[in-house]
C-alpha cells in the first residue's frame, strides 16, 4: 500500500486526476534535507518527552542517516504515490525501519507546521547565498571605482545632462542601492528566524514536546509565539519576494545603464568578450545579454511578488492548500538571481570604459550653468538672480553655438556685472566636479572615502 499520511476514514485512494494535481514532489524535493533535519529534531524531543526509548532514538537517528545519504546520493526519489516530500521522506524511513519504529515519528508534527518551518529554513539559506552575491556585484562596482577614481560624465536627470558627475561616484550609487537590498534581506532574516516546528496542523501539541529545542536544533532564535499564525502566515515569503524583486529592480537599473552606454551613440564602455554574445546574421554583432537578461528577469520577479500576495490574499486562518502555490515563487525567484549575479558582476567587473569620450561629452548640453549660478551665489548675488543670469549666459552660447566657457568678458558682464572674468575658474569640469566637496559629494575627495567606507562594509559582511 502506499505511503500515504492519511487513508483511515477513506474507503478507495485518490483518482489519478486527484493524486496529478495534488503532486508537488517535483519542485519540493528541493526541502528534503531541511526536512531530515527537522526529523532529527524532532525525534530528539520525543525522546526527551518520552515517547522514544535511547534505543528508539539512535535507531531513529541512524534511520535518517541512511535516509539523508541516500536522497543526498539519488538513490532515494519520490514515486507517483508520494503526495509531497514530507510523505516521500516518511515511507523512506518507514522502508528503512519499519511501520513500528518509523510510524512514530508523526506523533505531534503536521505537514503544516513541518512545511513552514522548512520552506524558512530553504530561504534563510538562499538569502544567505543571495546577498554574497550581491556583495560580489558590489565588488565589482568597487573595483571600477578604484580604478577610475578621475574618470568623469555628464549626470543626467530625465536622460537630459545635468552636471558632471566622477564615473566611480556613479558606479556607487548603484552600489549603494545593492548594500541596502543585503542589509533588507538581514533585516528580513531577523523577523523570519522563528520556528513554527511544534505548531501541529494549527493548535500546537499536546505531546509535551519543546519546540524551542527543535528552534535552536533547526539554527532558529526560537519557536513562533502562536501556533495558528506559524502555520498559516507566509508574509516572510512575501517580504523576501519583495526583497529579491526590488534587487532584480536595482539590478536592472544597473543593467539599462551598461545597455545604453554600450550603443554607438553613446560608446562609453565595451563589454568583454566573455560577456557578451553574438548574433547569428549580422556578423558585426556584440550584444549585451548579461544586461538584457537581468532587465528581463526583473520584470519576473515582481511578477513572482505579485503572484504570491494574490495567493495568500483573503486566506482564512490557518493552513489551506492554497499555501503550496507559495513555495515556486520562491524557488524561482532564488533561482534566477543565483544564474544572475555571478553573470552580472563578471560583466561589470571586466567592462573596459572609454573615460576619453565620456569627458568629452561631460560639459556638453551645458552642464556648467549650475556652476555659474552657485558662483554668483558665492560673490553675494540672491540665487533667483543668479539662476536667471546663467540661464541667459546659456541663450546666449547656445545661439552662437559655442561653451559657457567660450562668452568673452563683454558678453558676461552684459548679462550682470557681477559676472567678471573670474568665473572662468568653475568653468571646468575637474573645477565644477572639485567644488562639490561637500558629504557625499562628486569631488573625488569625497568619493575616495565612500568608496573606502563601502570597501570595508563589504569586507565585514
Ligand atoms: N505540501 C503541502 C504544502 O506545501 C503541505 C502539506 C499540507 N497538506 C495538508 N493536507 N494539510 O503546503
Same mark, same amino acid.
Given at each position: 500500500? @502506499?505511503?500515504?499520511?492519511?487513508?483511515?476514514?477513506?474507503?478507495?485512494?485518490?483518482?489519478?486526476?486527484?493524486?496529478?494535481?495534488?503532486?508537488?514532489?517535483?519542485?519540493?524535493?528541493?526541502?528534503?534535507?531541511?526536512?531530515?533535519?527537522?526529523?532529527?529534531?524532532?525525534?530528539?524531543?520525543?525522546?526527551?518527552?518520552?515517547?522514544?526509548?535511547?534505543?528508539?532514538?539512535?535507531?531513529?537517528?541512524?534511520?535518517?542517516?541512511?535516509? *539523508?545519504?541516500?536522497?543526498?546520493?539519488?538513490?532515494?526519489?519520490?514515486?507517483?504515490?508520494?503526495?509531497?516530500?514530507?510523505?516521500?521522506?516518511? !515511507?523512506?524511513?518507514?522502508?528503512?525501519?519499519?511501520?513500528?519504529?518509523?510510524?512514530?515519528?508523526?506523533?505531534?508534527?503536521?505537514?503544516?507546521?513541518?512545511?513552514?518551518?522548512?520552506?524558512?529554513?530553504?530561504?534563510?539559506?538562499?538569502?544567505?547565498?543571495?546577498?554574497?552575491?550581491?556583495?560580489?556585484?558590489?565588488?565589482?562596482?568597487?573595483?571600477?571605482?578604484?580604478?577610475?577614481?578621475?574618470?568623469?560624465?555628464?549626470?543626467?536627470?530625465?536622460?537630459?545632462?545635468?552636471? @558632471?558627475?566622477?564615473?566611480?561616484?556613479?558606479?556607487?550609487?548603484?552600489?549603494?542601492?545593492?548594500?541596502?537590498?543585503?542589509?533588507?534581506? !538581514?533585516?528580513?532574516?531577523?523577523?523570519?528566524?522563528?520556528?513554527?516546528?511544534?505548531?501541529?496542523?494549527?493548535?500546537?501539541?499536546?505531546?509535551?514536546?519543546?519546540?524551542?529545542?527543535?528552534?535552536?536544533?533547526?539554527?532558529?532564535?526560537?519557536?513562533?509565539?502562536?501556533?495558528?499564525?506559524?502555520?498559516?502566515?507566509?508574509?516572510?515569503?512575501?517580504?523576501?519576494?519583495?526583497?529579491?524583486?526590488?534587487?532584480?529592480?536595482?539590478?536592472?537599473?544597473?543593467?539599462?545603464?551598461?545597455?545604453?552606454?554600450?550603443?554607438?551613440?553613446?560608446?562609453? *564602455?565595451?563589454?568583454?568578450?566573455?560577456?557578451?554574445?553574438?548574433?547569428?546574421?549580422?556578423?558585426?554583432?556584440?550584444?549585451?545579454?548579461?544586461?538584457?537578461?537581468?532587465?528581463?528577469?526583473?520584470?519576473?520577479?515582481?511578477?513572482?511578488?505579485?503572484?504570491?500576495?494574490?495567493?495568500?490574499?483573503?486566506?482564512?486562518?490557518?493552513?489551506?492548500?492554497?499555501?503550496?502555490?507559495?513555495?515556486?515563487?520562491?524557488?524561482?525567484?532564488? !533561482?534566477?538571481?543565483?544564474?544572475?549575479?555571478?553573470?552580472?558582476?563578471?560583466?561589470?567587473?571586466?567592462? !573596459?570604459?572609454?573615460?576619453?569620450?565620456?569627458?568629452?561629452?561631460?560639459?556638453?548640453?551645458?552642464?556648467?550653468?549650475?556652476?555659474?549660478?552657485?558662483?554668483?551665489?558665492?560673490?553675494?548675488?540672491?540665487?533667483?538672480?543668479?539662476?536667471?543670469?546663467?540661464?541667459?549666459?546659456?541663450?546666449?552660447?547656445?545661439?552662437?553655438?559655442?561653451?559657457?566657457?567660450?562668452?568673452?568678458?563683454?558678453?558676461?558682464?552684459?548679462?550682470?556685472?557681477?559676472?567678471?572674468?573670474?568665473?572662468?575658474?568653475?568653468?571646468?569640469?575637474?573645477?565644477?566636479?572639485?567644488?562639490?566637496?561637500?558629504?557625499?559629494?562628486? *569631488?573625488?575627495?569625497?568619493?575616495?572615502?565612500?568608496?573606502?567606507?563601502?570597501?570595508?562594509?563589504?569586507?565585514?559582511?
Amino acid at each position: 500500500a @502506499p505511503a500515504r499520511l492519511w487513508g483511515g476514514r477513506f474507503s478507495s485512494g485518490p483518482a489519478e486526476a486527484m493524486a496529478a494535481l495534488s503532486d508537488s514532489t517535483h519542485f519540493d524535493w528541493a526541502l528534503a534535507p531541511y526536512d531530515i533535519a527537522g526529523s532529527r529534531a524532532h525525534a530528539r524531543v520525543l525522546h526527551r518527552a518520552g515517547l522514544l526509548t535511547e534505543e528508539e532514538l539512535e535507531r531513529m537517528l541512524r534511520g535518517l542517516d541512511t535516509l *539523508a545519504a541516500d536522497v543526498a546520493s539519488g538513490e532515494f526519489t519520490p514515486t507517483r504515490d508520494d503526495e509531497d516530500v514530507h510523505t516521500a521522506l516518511e !515511507r523512506g524511513l518507514l522502508d528503512r525501519l519499519g511501520r513500528e519504529l518509523g510510524g512514530k515519528l508523526r506523533a505531534g508534527r503536521s505537514r503544516n507546521d513541518q512545511v513552514a518551518t522548512l520552506f524558512r529554513m530553504w530561504l534563510r539559506d538562499a538569502a544567505r547565498r543571495i546577498a554574497t552575491g550581491v556583495l560580489d556585484v558590489v565588488d565589482a562596482l568597487l573595483a571600477q571605482a578604484a580604478t577610475h577614481p578621475e574618470a568623469v560624465l555628464p549626470g543626467r536627470t530625465h536622460l537630459q545632462h545635468a552636471q @558632471p558627475v566622477l564615473l566611480a561616484h556613479h558606479l556607487l550609487a548603484h552600489a549603494q542601492a545593492l548594500v541596502r537590498d543585503v542589509d533588507r534581506l !538581514r533585516d528580513w532574516d531577523a523577523r523570519t528566524a522563528f520556528s513554527p516546528y511544534g505548531s501541529g496542523a494549527l493548535a500546537g501539541s499536546s505531546l509535551g514536546l519543546d519546540p524551542e529545542a527543535v528552534a535552536l536544533e533547526l539554527g532558529f532564535d526560537g519557536p513562533v509565539e502562536n501556533s495558528i499564525d506559524g502555520t498559516a502566515s507566509r508574509d516572510f515569503a512575501a517580504e523576501a519576494a519583495f526583497v529579491l524583486a526590488m534587487l532584480g529592480v536595482n539590478l536592472s537599473r544597473v543593467a539599462e545603464e551598461v545597455i545604453v552606454w554600450t550603443t554607438a551613440e553613446f560608446g562609453y *564602455a565595451v563589454l568583454d568578450d566573455a560577456w557578451a554574445t553574438g548574433s547569428s546574421i549580422m556578423p558585426q554583432k556584440k550584444n549585451p545579454d548579461v544586461a538584457e537578461l537581468t532587465r528581463g528577469k526583473s520584470g519576473r520577479l515582481i511578477g513572482n511578488l505579485t503572484g504570491l500576495l494574490a495567493t495568500l490574499k483573503a486566506q482564512p486562518l490557518a493552513y489551506n492548500r492554497d499555501l503550496q502555490e507559495d513555495k515556486e515563487p520562491l524557488f524561482d525567484s532564488v !533561482r534566477q538571481l543565483d544564474l544572475l549575479l555571478p553573470a552580472l558582476a563578471g560583466m561589470l567587473g571586466t567592462m !573596459r570604459f572609454d573615460t576619453e569620450r565620456m569627458a568629452a561629452w561631460a560639459p556638453a548640453g551645458f552642464t556648467l550653468a549650475t556652476d555659474i549660478a552657485e558662483w554668483l551665489v558665492r560673490q553675494g548675488v540672491p540665487f533667483r538672480v543668479a539662476h536667471e543670469a546663467a540661464g541667459e549666459c546659456v541663450r546666449l552660447a547656445e545661439a552662437r553655438g559655442a561653451g559657457l566657457d567660450q562668452l568673452t568678458d563683454a558678453e558676461l558682464a552684459a548679462v550682470l556685472p557681477e559676472l567678471t572674468p573670474s568665473v572662468r575658474e568653475v568653468l571646468t569640469v575637474a573645477g565644477s566636479i572639485a567644488s562639490r566637496d561637500a558629504y557625499g559629494g562628486t *569631488a573625488p575627495a569625497r568619493v575616495g572615502e565612500q568608496r573606502h567606507r563601502l570597501a570595508s562594509l563589504v569586507e565585514t559582511q
